[in-house]
């Protein structure tokens, strides 16, 4: 295939915008169109967004405004928008900014290249934001179709049937499916003749993969089952919801050796009041129960969680049950927000007269408290010999590679590049705020 026409793509959001962003470089490949890392010498210019929260929506909105001068200067450019904003704020879009070609939501990625084509040839504006049946949706799961990574995801699962009040994925990625398990054991073969190392399997909750498909295993057995395809020497997987998180799962920690001993258990609050308004399905007592469990079957795992701050109704009594509770399960990492109210979702219609103030306070104490559990957390490894894998050349310069430890913390060393792919004895000599120093020890 010729490659003679070019496209640009910036990427917003979580696991799964990355996996349909590597789905937009595939298809569009099929058509001829080559990417590019500069809008201006692109010809289709092309944002997957991210509606989680306000600050993300305003953000692509912001790069959006940035192509408008390239388009006045060439008004052949193609301009679209795709993702959770194109899946909530659907035709609208194209109306509230005439410089916009074609939006396409989060159901229809697989739909593109017709889209594009049909531009070209028109020259005039296209939208596709229908949901899809299940059927259809599960012939459509991304299978990749080359990879000269060391790491990749692996969707496992699509939508969320959860609707904790403050969420707005159910409303724009659609209900849940799980795909099914012969499919991702077939990816995972792929890839690993392909070269990959480690694989993390995704989805909005993992832990809930398998129900509602008929004979079908469950995640554990699914882990166990890529545990065994030759040549993945690393698992990981992201997201698990608390209260699906199983004892057999939990057990997996310890009888997999190829599982990362790391897990994002995403909390969100310390306060049994607000989970519940947060319709979580648990509380504080069940989780701290899964904190103590995980460690028993896996004393070397760490743990990383989301934290939101500000939730309507949060009095000063239900942060501190947050920050009791991060003393208390001391988190490797914590991953926080001040709560954003989401059209559609219940908590938006939630009475809060907490002033935006007294929650940024809120916000900045936490993170201090944070702060000096993570930097503690992590300088346990200076000195010690961490196993690596070497996952590319490092940004910081010449000679220098870089990978991560079963924790997912980012090391860099000095070492040859055919390291990479290979899982190496690195002893950390310093910890940084986001990432470790080290030194290959040679055998
Ligand atoms: N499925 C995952 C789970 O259940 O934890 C998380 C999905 S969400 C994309 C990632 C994180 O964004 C959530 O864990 C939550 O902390 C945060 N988040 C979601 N909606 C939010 C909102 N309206 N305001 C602030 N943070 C939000
Ligand atoms: Fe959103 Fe809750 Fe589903 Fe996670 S489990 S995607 S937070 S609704």
Redesign the pocket.
């Known amino acids: 295939m010729k490659m003679d026409k070019t496209f640009y793509l910036e990427t917003f959001g979580c696991q799964m915008n990355v996996v349909d962003s590597e789905r937009i470089v595939d298809l569009l490949g099929g058509i001829g169109y080559r990417q590019v890392e500069q809008a201006r010498e692109a010809q289709l210019l092309l944002l997957n967004t991210c509606a ?1 929260r306000d600050k993300a929506v305003r953000k692509a909105y912001g790069h959006l405004g940035r192509f408008k001068p390239l388009k006045d200067a060439d008004p052949s450019l193609v301009i679209g928008l795709g993702g959770c904003v194109a899946q909530q704020e659907g035709e609208e879009l194209l109306r509230e900014f005439p410089y916009l070609d074609l939006v396409f939501g989060t159901h229809n990625v697989h739909r593109l290249p017709e889209l594009v084509n049909e531009i070209e040839v028109r020259r005039g504006k296209a939208a596709a934001i229908d949901f899809l049946d299940r059927e259809t949706r599960l012939q459509l799961f991304p299978n990749r179709i080359g990879s000269e990574a060391v790491t990749r995801f692996i969707t496992v699962m699509q939508g ?5 009040s ?5 409303i724009v ?1 659609g209900r849940e499916i799980s795909r099914p398990s012969i499919d991702i054991l077939g990816e995972v073969r792929d890839l690993a003749a392909q070269g990959v190392r480690e694989i993390t399997l995704i989805g ?2 993992v832990n809930s993969f398998g129900v509602g498909a008929e004979g079908e295993v469950d995640f554990a057995d699914l882990l166990r089952q890529v545990a065994a395809v030759e040549g993945i020497a690393r698992i990981r997987f992201t ?1 698990s ?1 608390p209260k699906d998180l199983s004892d057999e799962l939990i057990a997996c920690f310890a009888g997999i050796d190829k599982l990362c001993k790391h897990l994002h258990l ?1 909390v ?1 609050s310390g306060s049994d009041s607000i989970l519940r308004e947060m ?2 399905g648990y509380g504080r007592a069940h989780y701290l129960g899964l904190v103590e469990k995980l460690r028993k079957a896996c004393p070397e795992i760490r743990l990383t969680t989301d934290i939101i701050v500000g939730f309507p109704g949060e009095t000063e009594a239900d942060f501190n049950d947050t920050m009791t509770l991060l003393e208390e399960v001391r988190y490797a990492e914590i991953y926080s927000f001040l709560f954003s109210p989401r059209r559609g979702t219940a908590a938006a219609e939630f009475p809060d007269d907490t002033p935006a103030a007294v929650k940024q306070e809120r916000f900045d104490r936490m993170l201090v408290v944070q702060n000096a559990i993570s930097k503690q957390a992590w300088a346990q490894d200076v000195g010690q010999v961490r196993d690596v894998l070497v996952e590319g050349e490092s940004k910081q310069g010449k000679g220098q590679l870089f990978g991560r430890t079963t924790w997912n913390r980012i090391v860099n060393f000095s070492g040859p590049p055919e390291l990479v792919g290979r899982v190496v004895p690195v002893r950390v000599t310093k910890s940084y705020r986001n990432s470790q120093l080290g030194e290959l020890v040679k055998d």
Do not use: I
């Open positions: 989680v969320c049937d959860n609707f904790c403050f969420c707005v994925v159910p990625r909005q909750n997201t919801h995403p969100q319709n979580r």
